[in-house]
């Protein structure tokens, strides 16, 4: 049977600067807490750089919006480097983030495991240590979905990204030193697992059609965010079996101690309602209980997407006493914002 590619409608003008005109409105909209850089294609704390402080830098293809410069401002991120859409961005746009947000105790970069972001990263912090900015590098890895992918050597990083910004932002506000906000990261991502499942595909501005063709009863079981085959193709369940197997992997590799409190995130892929979302929260609490574990902190919503994408991920992260308080911590950027 052939299947036929839907044209997908969008409110943008020329796709070739949907990513600019993009980043221009969020500055508008949020000139309190950023300022962007539109010849250096960055977005960056308005208060950048804060003297002693070490700055957080984060970045990668656009298309996962509030991710990354959604996250920039008090408490999470001094800079986001949005690359075009699902596409890396160079090392050269890196290099002018970390140089603007170094307030000379050195600047963490989080990176996702992706070979372009991971290779681009890598290049632009030695280019920095050139010019004498102490640079340490995080890699997030979390999704248990699949071991290697079409765009990674080893897991993808996903969701607990995210709470890596948050944590570790916190921490570098605190006042914490290029090495302790360093390794309260790397603790993130060691504790965090995450697992995505797709209903339909997105469609990137250039091409206006799904990027993958995927049967109106079918979902795609451990999908990447964007769009990378996961375990399986299948045909869709319920909601309550879906976040059973998806709890099960989960916690199957995390292996949480019982009786231990975890952060529970459930986000949506871009066209996921809230309802839908509130249904999985409430599914995965289930599953929590099974396994003798507690959700002493949430977070639903759209926080880490793949343009309009239907489908859900889950990430559990257990917490512990450093965990938690900085996870309460104050934050203000335009997408997460509690404490101020």
Not at 26 to 43: F, I, K, T
Not at 55 to 65: C, D, P, R, T
Not at 124 to 150: C, F, H, Q, W
């Amino acid at each position: 049977m052939s299947v036929v590619a839907q044209t997908l409608k969008k409110f943008i003008n020329d796709p070739a600067d949907v990513v600019k005109e993009s980043l221009i409105g969020l500055g508008q909209a949020h000139g309190d807490l950023l300022r962007v850089d539109l010849e250096n294609q960055l977005v960056l704390r308005k208060d950048a750089p804060v003297a002693g402080k070490v700055a957080l830098v984060s970045g990668g293809g656009s298309g996962h919006e509030p991710l990354h410069g959604g996250f920039v401002g008090l408490g999470m991120l001094d800079a986001a480097c949005p690359g075009e859409i699902f596409t890396s961005p160079v090392p050269d746009q890196m290099l002018e983030a970390t140089k603007a947000v170094d307030g000379g105790a050195g600047v963490i970069h989080i990176v996702k495991n992706y070979t372009g972001d991971v290779m681009n990263f890598k290049l632009a912090a030695e280019l920095a240590e050139d010019e004498g900015i102490k640079v340490e590098s995080v890699l997030t890895n979390d999704d248990v979905a699949v071991e290697d992918s079409l765009y990674t050597a080893g897991r993808r990083g996903t969701g607990v990204t995210v709470l890596v910004e948050k944590i570790a932002g916190a921490k570098a506000e605190a006042g914490g030193s290029l090495a302790e906000v360093a390794a309260v990261a790397r603790k993130v991502n060691e504790r965090g697992r995450s697992f995505g499942v797709a209903l339909t595909s997105c469609a990137t501005p250039a091409a206006g059609a799904p990027t993958f063709d995927i049967g109106p009863d079918e979902m795609e079981f451990g999908v990447g965010i964007h769009g990378e085959p996961g375990r399986r193709r299948e045909k869709i369940r319920s909601a309550a079996e879906i976040v059973e197997e998806m709890a099960d992997a989960i916690l199957g590799d995390l292996k949480p101690a019982k009786g231990a409190n975890v952060l529970a995130f459930v986000n949506g892929l871009g066209g996921t309602p809230a309802i839908e979302l509130y249904v999985a929260y409430a599914e995965l609490t289930k599953q929590l209980e099974r396994y003798g574990v507690t959700a002493a902190r949430s977070l639903v919503g759209n926080y880490i997407t793949s343009l309009e994408m239907a489908g859900i991920s889950i990430t559990l992260l257990e917490l512990d006493d450093e965990l938690t308080a900085l996870w309460d911590a104050p934050v203000h950027t335009p997408a997460l914002r509690w404490g101020t």
